[in-house]
């Protein structure tokens, strides 16, 4: 079975780099994504890897993947306050449909 | 393009009572995802319907039940409500024919039982 861990808060300054951690636990090829979920809000996809990928880089984001430890990292360079947010990480075995999500980890980014 | 929409936002009811929670997918999405966020508890996947079955459940007893309607729209209905039902709420649409089926959230309908 799946089970995805993170650490559950994680506090920045304003213009430093935030890395957030996740540890996924299925051993078969699966997908990986984070996702973000501001106050009162749903949650916004912001990126996914593949788990044949090391890492994924879209603008101020960087995915990185150990699939040997099976631990994923989301990098979020010169983060902003607006940046602050709980941040899941969640998996999805390729064959199913259904995402098995950690219990998130709460930025917060002082200026 | 619209994104995922639920109603109602909020929703109060008594222990005992039956709760209607109602997703409208993006518009040419056929699969919908229902999950529990509790405190303290994360996401917890519930259901998932895909052309208007029942394909897939979470470990939530038999009063968590729904439908999907024809135009894809869903319902989720919660029977005989417990106080450890308060949550939110959210369901997700995901396209078809996608290898990475990504999800798109919608906001959430809070269910308060008092």
């Known amino acids: 079975g799946e089970d995805v861990e993170q650490s559950l808060f994680l506090s920045v300054r304003e213009g430093d780099s935030s890395v957030i951690n996740c540890t996924y636990t299925?051993?078969?090829?699966?997908?990986l994504y984070w996702y973000k979920q501001e106050p009162g809000a749903g949650l916004q996809l912001l990126t996914y890897?593949?788990?044949?990928?090391d890492m994924k880089q879209d603008q101020r984001l960087t995915v990185l993947l150990n699939k040997k430890d099976k631990h994923l990292s989301l990098r979020i360079a010169d983060t902003q306050t607006g940046d602050s947010a709980i941040y899941f990480c969640?998996?999805?075995?390729?064959?199913?449909?259904?995402?098995?999500f950690g219990k998130g980890t709460m930025l917060l980014v002082s200026p | 393009e619209a994104g995922v929409t639920q109603s109602p936002t909020h929703l109060i009811k008594t222990r005992g009572q039956q709760a209607t929670l109602r997703c409208s997918p993006i518009?040419?999405?056929?699969?919908v995802y229902w999950y529990q966020q509790a405190l303290g508890l994360g996401l917890q996947f519930l259901l998932w319907?895909?052309?208007?079955?029942?394909?897939n459940r979470g470990n939530f007893p038999p009063r968590f039940s729904g439908r999907q309607f024809p135009n894809y729209s869903s319902e989720l209905n919660v029977n005989a409500l417990e106080l450890e039902d308060s949550a939110l709420y959210l369901c997700?649409?995901?396209?078809?024919?996608?290898?990475?089926?990504?999800?798109?959230f919608g906001p959430g309908t809070r269910l308060t039982v008092l």
């Open positions: 890897i593949f788990s044949n990928m």
């Open positions: 299925d051993s078969s090829s699966t997908y």
């Open positions: 518009s040419g999405h056929t699969s």
């Open positions: 319907y895909d052309e208007g079955e029942e394909r």
């Open positions: 997700a649409s995901s396209p078809t024919g996608t290898s990475t089926l990504e999800q798109f």
């Open positions: 969640a998996e999805r075995p390729t064959g199913y449909s259904t995402l098995t």
